[in-house]
């Protein structure tokens, strides 16, 4: 090695950098050079002062990037005493949490230095304090301007719909209302079925904001969304089918005496029959001691044997048919008991 000066003390603007620790494995490098024990690129070769065994080391290694390769190699037994570097190294990309706030110049960071794409929920602080927000100044939100520290409320005004009654009508014309917020007088109110098919109601009486009724025609039985329009162009259509369109149970027995049974006999089974129903139940009345009313779908049956009677009598009873759609039909029926008859009789 070329030996030209020893002991080295300080320099102005000088960078003092990690001794490296020569190896005979090593040889004559490369070594990485470090300081502080992160990476350091040298501005050249001849900004470096290497001090090898008490002796200054030039022109005797290379450097490449952030290291450093000697001419000759280097052993265990060798010692490095310091390496300074002349001037500032070569900037290359910060480590993590390298830089401070302290070092970015105020007037240096600029719109056009932060990418769109790189500001983050994550990088915006999730508290701004009041004091950050208000002052004299103002701003402008859709066309209104708004003193920093104040309030515009933005958007457009929307009628909502919460509710409707009844809920199930027929197929004539009926007359529903609907409970909501922000209506107008006079909105338009349609019924869409759940193909897609749209009906307007055939008048719409105006209450208030919040009430509204709306008179629909609906041939075809289904379940509909309901849709108004403000005559601001502000419209709300309900997230659910709220109407139901359905037929009532028709009754098929028709009304009155079911027939005269003998005390103590067997009635047999009357068949009761209304279309579309679900179900039946006794509304009023009573029924002979022993009969029972047996509901099912589309026809209910009354069966057993008549007990109890102690007299000539006729009992009257209505019996309600119930559709899947909770709507009823109520239609009136009477049995009537003789004592010492010997013969009995049906009609259906």
């Not at 098929?252 to 005269?260: E, Y």
């Amino acid at each position: 090695m070329a030996y030209i000066g020893q002991n080295l003390d300080r320099f102005s603007n000088v960078e003092k950098l990690d001794a490296i620790t020569p190896a005979t494995a090593t040889g004559a490098g490369p070594y990485n050079l470090l300081k502080g024990g992160v990476a350091f690129t040298p501005s050249s070769a001849d900004t470096m002062v290497v001090s090898i065994d008490g002796v200054i080391q030039y022109g005797n290694f290379s450097v490449s990037g952030s290291t450093i390769t000697f001419d000759a190699a280097l052993s265990d037994s060798n010692t490095c005493d310091f390496i300074y570097h002349m001037g500032t190294g070569l900037l290359s990309t910060p480590v993590d949490n390298s830089v401070s706030t302290a070092k970015i110049v105020d007037s240096n960071v600029t719109t056009a230095k932060i990418a769109d794409s790189a500001v983050t929920d994550a990088k915006i602080a999730a508290t701004i304090s009041n004091s950050k927000l208000t002052g004299s100044g103002a701003i402008t939100i859709n066309g209104s301007a708004v003193a920093l520290g104040g309030s515009v409320t933005v958007g457009e005004t929307k009628p909502t719909i919460s509710s409707i009654s009844p809920t199930v009508i027929e197929n004539t014309q009926t007359a529903v209302t609907i409970t909501g917020t922000n209506f107008i007088s006079v909105p338009i109110v349609e019924a869409i079925n759940s193909s897609g098919a749209i009906t307007q109601a055939d008048s719409v009486s105006f209450t208030s904001s919040t009430t509204i009724v709306a008179n629909f025609t609906l041939p075809v039985d289904g379940t509909y969304f309901l849709r108004i329009e403000n005559n601001d162009g502000n419209a709300v259509r309900s997230s659910t089918a709220l109407l139901t369109v359905s037929d009532a149970p028709a009754w098929t027995t028709s009304a009155g005496s079911l027939g005269s049974f003998s005390g103590g006999s067997s009635i047999g089974t009357i068949t009761l029959t209304a279309t579309n129903s679900t179900g039946m139940t006794l509304q009023s009345g009573s029924l002979p001691g022993g009969i029972s009313l047996n509901t099912g779908a589309g026809s209910s049956t009354l069966t057993g044997t008549e007990s109890g009677a102690t007299a000539d009598t006729t009992y009257s009873f209505t019996i309600r048919a119930t559709d899947a759609e909770g709507q009823t039909a109520d239609r009136a029926f009477s049995i009537t008991i003789n004592l010492g008859a010997n013969n009995s009789g049906q009609f259906n």
